[in-house]
């Protein structure tokens, strides 16, 4: 039992180093065919793409994998944000894509932190702010806020309950409660009053769809959850055939006063 006690914590370190699946700067799957600006900041790379006169500002949390050209799914996301008439702010965690540094759970945080704050510093008066998260972005955009400042609308989209709920359905409990990265959404997430909407497919072996919805189930009364039928993490956009851009231009006209 001793060498198992000693073994566990190591296994726990090495599954932290699997979360983050960064890409450099060089891989690339599409270019962003509407204007938009590109800039570094504290060694991040941000992007800001205007929206509708009226429409509100939403800073986007990508998820663990890729950077902001890869895969072409995520330039798709920023599309229908845009069509939906937001004013985007999207950027790469340290590491990802041609952002400096090495990302762990607090790196991550602090990056989010930092861009929100840009975002918060051009946000016009008197036009919603959203926080969009998709899958380990969900995590991300939960901490900004809860422990930064409150939205008027929180969007999560393929996101889990916490790192070590994800671990566990791929490893055992026993190994998951030993990394060292939480990301614990779902205590976080009670302390919410603003609106939360939720979407995930039904085929997300990634992050399973029963960890969104226990999720689901920590958030406070207004919210709202969209199941898409045989939708898997990476394809639920496509799966959608539409549904995904008419929900995300609801849910954001739900913030217009």
């Not at 972005?137 to 916490?162: C, D, K, R």
């Not at 055992?172 to 009670?190: E, G, I, K, V, W």
Request: charged letters at 20%; a positive charge.
């Amino acid at each position: 039992m001793d060498g198992v006690g000693n073994i566990l914590p190591m296994l726990g370190r090495l599954t932290d180093r699997s979360v983050f699946w960064a890409l450099p700067g060089w891989v690339s799957a599409y270019s962003l065919p509407i204007p938009h600006h590109s800039f570094r900041y504290r060694g991040m790379e941000v992007w800001y793409i205007p929206g509708a006169d009226d429409g509100p500002t939403v800073l986007y949390c990508h998820g663990n994998s890729g950077n902001l050209r890869f895969p072409k799914e995520r330039g798709d996301r920023f599309l229908a944000l845009h069509k939906a008439g937001a004013h985007l702010w999207v950027f790469d965690y340290r590491g990802y894509g041609r952002s400096s540094g090495r990302p762990t759970e607090a790196n991550v945080f602090e990056d989010a932190v930092a861009v929100h704050s840009l975002a918060r510093t051009y946000h016009p008066d008197g036009r919603p702010f959203v926080l969009f998260g998709r899958s380990l972005g969900g995590a991300v955009a939960i901490y900004l806020a809860t422990e930064v400042q409150e939205p008027e609308m929180l969007i999560l989209e393929s996101t889990f309950s916490s790192a070590a709920d994800v671990c566990a359905g791929y490893t055992c409990r026993a190994l998951a409660n030993q990394m060292s990265y939480r990301f614990d959404s779902a205590s976080r997430l009670p302390r919410l009053k603003c609106p939360v909407r939720m979407i995930h497919g039904t085929n997300d072996w990634v992050v399973p769809y029963h960890l969104g919805r226990r999720l689901y189930a920590q958030a406070y009364s207004n919210k709202e959850f969209i199941t898409i039928e045989g939708a898997g993490h990476n394809d639920l956009q496509r799966k959608a055939e539409g549904r995904y851009e008419k929900t995300l231009s609801r849910w954001l006209s739900q913030t217009q006063p």
